[in-house]
C-alpha cells in the first residue's frame, strides 16, 4: 500500500436516526470537496425502525481496496447501544462524536470526546429528522474531515468538549449550561 492517508469512520446509531444518509453525506463530501475516494459498508437490525444500525465508511488518498472500518479513527455515536458495541474498537487517538443527551462516553487518554446534543438542537429547529444532520455538521467541524469548508451554508454546532466546556460554533442556538 504505501503512505497514503486513510481515515476509518463508524457512524452508528438506531434505525430511523439517518445512519446510512449520514456516512452516504460524509463519503460524497470527501469524494467531491476533498478528491479522495471513499466506500460504505451499511448494516441494521431486520425492523426498518428501532434496530441497531452502523454504516462504516472508509475514505483514502489511493483507491480503498479494504473497505471495512476494523479501526475507526472516527466513531459518531447517536445511541448508547452502538457506542457500546463500537467503542472497543475505535483508535488509540480517535475521535468521538457523539449525541449528549444518549451517549455517556469513556473517553481514553489520547483521544478526543465532543458532544452535541443533537436531538434537541434539531427539535429546536422544528424537524427531529435533520438530527442526523447536525451530527453530520458537528462531526465535520471537529475532525476537519472532508476538506474545504461551507459552501455559503450555515454552521451548526453548540456541543460541549468532554471537559464540558462549551464547544463547536454558536448560530443563534441556545446552548445550554
Do not use: W
Request: glycine share 18%; hydrophobic share 35%.
Amino acid at each position: 500500500m504505501g503512505d497514503e492517508a486513510r481515515t476509518e469512520i463508524c457512524i452508528t446509531g438506531f434505525g430511523g436516526q439517518g445512519v446510512v444518509l449520514a456516512a452516504h453525506i460524509i463519503g460524497h463530501a470527501c469524494a467531491l470537496n476533498a478528491g479522495k475516494h471513499a466506500t460504505m459498508i451499511q448494516s441494521f437490525g431486520p425492523e426498518a425502525r428501532g434496530s441497531a444500525c452502523t454504516a462504516s465508511l472508509v475514505v483514502s488518498d489511493a483507491e480503498v481496496l479494504y473497505p471495512y472500518a476494523d479501526h475507526p479513527n472516527i466513531l459518531v455515536a447517536m445511541s448508547a447501544d452502538g457506542y457500546e458495541k463500537h467503542a472497543p474498537d475505535l483508535a488509540p487517538d480517535g475521535i468521538v462524536v457523539y449525541e449528549e443527551d444518549l451517549v455517556t462516553p469513556t473517553i481514553g487518554p489520547e483521544q478526543q470526546g465532543h458532544g452535541i446534543g443533537s436531538t434537541r438542537i434539531a427539535e429546536e429547529l422544528g424537524r427531529r429528522i435533520v438530527q442526523n444532520i447536525v451530527m453530520v455538521g458537528f462531526g465535520r467541524h471537529r475532525s476537519g474531515l472532508g476538506g474545504g469548508g461551507a459552501r455559503g451554508g450555515r454552521r451548526l454546532g453548540a456541543g460541549r468538549d468532554r471537559g464540558g466546556e462549551p464547544g463547536g460554533v454558536r448560530s443563534g442556538i441556545p446552548v445550554r449550561p
